[in-house]
């Protein structure tokens, strides 16, 4: 079993800036692909950005240049820096993680987090 655990959301201003922190833990062998999402009032979960275990990056065009994800394998947790922040981001994040763990019987699949609420207002 894996857990997945984001934290760092809050209220900032316009133009402000958060990081959002993201562990997992587990019986984990190998993690593959991790990335954020997120989703606001009445609408769609969306990508934000990922991560693959080589370190390519890929992200929405809303964010680009504002935000940056990164990650610590040694440590299994992932990062998404955000600035120039503005109400259009207000959303609650979460992580995904795509993981094999000890168990050889389950192929690698996705694992998410309970998401952290993130609000850009004045």
């Known amino acids: 079993q894996v857990q997945v655990v984001e934290s760092g959301g809050g209220l900032v201003q316009p133009g402000g800036s958060l990081r959002l922190s993201c562990a997992a833990s587990?019986?984990?062998?190998?993690?593959?692909?991790m990335g954020w999402y997120r989703q606001a009032p009445g609408k769609q979960r969306e990508l934000v950005a990922t991560?693959?275990?080589?370190?390519?990056?890929n992200y929405a065009d809303s964010v680009k240049g504002r935000f940056t994800i990164s990650r610590d394998n040694a440590k299994s947790t992932l990062y998404l820096q955000m600035n120039s922040l503005k109400p259009e981001d207000t959303a609650v994040y979460y992580c995904?993680?795509?993981?094999?763990?000890?168990?050889?019987?389950?192929?690698?699949?996705?694992?998410w987090g309970q998401g952290t609420q993130v609000t850009v207002s004045s």
């Open positions: 995904n993680t795509n993981a094999k763990t000890t168990n050889w019987a389950i192929p690698a699949k996705d694992y």
């Open positions: 587990g019986s984990i062998v190998r993690i593959n692909v």
């Open positions: 991560i693959a275990d080589t370190g390519a990056t």
